[in-house]
Nanobody, 114 residues
Framework: QVQLVESGGGLVQAGGSLRLSCAAS????????MGWYRQAPGKERALVAR???????DYADSVKGRFTITRDNAKNTVYLQMNSLEPEDTAVYYC????????WGKGTLVTVSS
């Protein structure tokens, strides 16, 4: 089994920054992709950013230039640096790991006030 634990969510004013962390533990034999998804009230869960084992990244258009995903392979941890936050970024943010299985964290709430 693989466990993902997210941290770093909270309340921030528009224009502020937050850094999310997701630490993976357990029976990790291989990691192909780690990423962040978010789900706002009344909306479907959607990709925010992901990083592959080779280091290549993808971002949702709405966060390009504001968010940065990085990864510490030695710690099996992925980070999401979120700058210039907007009220539209308010959501529950979920970590996802694709390896031998497909694993999700429980989510961390990010609230951006205007």
């Amino acid at each position: 089994q693989v466990q993902l634990v997210e941290s770093g969510g909270g309340l921030v004013q528009a224009g502020g920054s937050l850094r999310l962390s997701c630490a993976a533990s357990g029976s990790i034999f291989s990691i192909y992709v780690m990423g962040w998804y978010r789900q706002a009230p009344g909306k479907e869960r959607a990709l925010v950013a992901r990083i592959r084992s080779g280091g290549s990244t993808d971002y949702a258009d709405s966060v390009k230039g504001r968010f940065t995903i990085t990864r510490d392979n030695a710690k099996n941890t992925v980070y999401l640096q979120m700058n210039s936050l907007e009220p539209e970024d308010t959501a529950v943010y979920y970590c996802r790991l694709l390896g031998t299985g497909d694993y999700w964290g429980k989510g961390t709430l990010v609230t951006v006030s205007s």
